[in-house]
């Protein structure tokens, strides 16, 4: 049988009786799953022959006003085959944001979807009314006015949309982009910018043998939704025509579930520069690093020493720490290796900018100036319900009252055997320790998500400067929705 054909078999068997379909996967499709993991859907499409897309930017340097309009859109994912995804303006990958500190951020925003929904800007300080919290969905046909003021470091951010129970299906779908916040302090350190800058979003997906985007097909996918077709803006296993100098790459994990172990073949270092919420102090030398859903890392990549026709791949390494949970076995696991996309060098450069040894500075936050220690935990009750401290999410209930300027730690303990991204909206934190053993250089920066590892405790301290209702939610997009979420006041 091949994979396609079993696919649909399992999804049937999977709906008759419930994990049916994980015991007879590991029986028939083993060596199946191998050739997965190694390399990738050659029945629909041959890897590494289309160039890299780069959203077109809204800059608010020139623009006073955007307009976003929640639809339906055909996108040309695949050459010869238009795909139906959702858009905010029509194609995809959705343009990046770009403004500055102290900038006005103005943007209109209707819904054309059947359903409510609303848009969250991911890693925004921005007042809780602003904030696109699931309650504030608006209905289809109805529209909505964002208006704010940015007040914070230049970094990477994100936007995507919120409506409580659907966030993940419209992600994946496409409602996701870039933000990108600029200063005066991070412009003084000239990094590589212009052609030299490429944002890449990253999102594993499934395709059906007609191109179309295949979300949930069985019970196991509520572990969260893994794909075999890794796009990075909107385009399957792209590449990406470069010169042989550094290159600043932001970069977001914008998928449902998977953790990338980020490494390049053919560079064995490179600097991390930028964590979640901005700048580290100084860049650190990596040879790879995690980045797990929604987190963002901003790195420096430097091709001096390759020659024209040299290839350098962008790969994500085996990382099977971060779960031992059944997934959808017809797809590459949560610690596959894939190759996700290459540079080849067609030019050379005579550009050689230098990157500062001193960032910025990050003041630390002190344990002992925290009003008061959270425990958050993070399990499964009955009948296989992702939680936050065993409730489900209810979008009604204030679970915590957090008092305005106050500073918190937050002790975050994972009680399952699978690692779940921790998010916090309307607020930046830094992470105290983990207890863990896996190495994580972006505990170092600011932070707005975390990956807390299988049956880890991460400790978080975090000052609390906007008032009113946010959430806090795992960002395994399918464990948000069900229902790994809960509500805190600031007041
Ligand atoms: Cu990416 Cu509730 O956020
Ligand atoms: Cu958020
Ligand atoms: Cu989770």
Redo the contacts with the bound molecule.
Sequence with gaps: MNRRTFLYSCSFVATTIMGGCEKQSDKSSKPTIKSVETQKPDDIYEPFTQELKIPKEIDFENVAKAKFNAQKSLAAIYKDKKTEVLTFQGDLPNPTIRIKNRDDFELDFANSLEKPTII?W?GLLVPQEMDGHPKDAIANQATMEYRYKINQRAGTF?Y?T?PHGRTGEEIYRGLAGLYIVEDENEKKLNLPSGEFELPLIIQDRRFDKEKNLVYKQTAQDNNGVLGDVVMVNSTPFPYKNIKNTKYRLRILNGSSARTYKLSFEGIENFALIGTDGGLLEEPIIVKDVLIAV?ERIDIVVDFKDKKIGDTVTLKTLGFKEASNFGANSDYPSFGAQMDIMKFKITELSSESAVLPAKLTTIARLKESDALKSRTITMEIIEGGVWTLNKKPYDMDRVDDRVKLGSTEIWVIKNAIHMAHPF?I?GAHFQILDRTGKVDFPTDKGWKDTVLVMPIETVRIIVTFTIPGLF?Y?C?ILEH?DHSMMANFLVE
């Design positions: 969250h991911h994100w995507h919120h929604a998010h909206h959430v939610h960002h948000e």
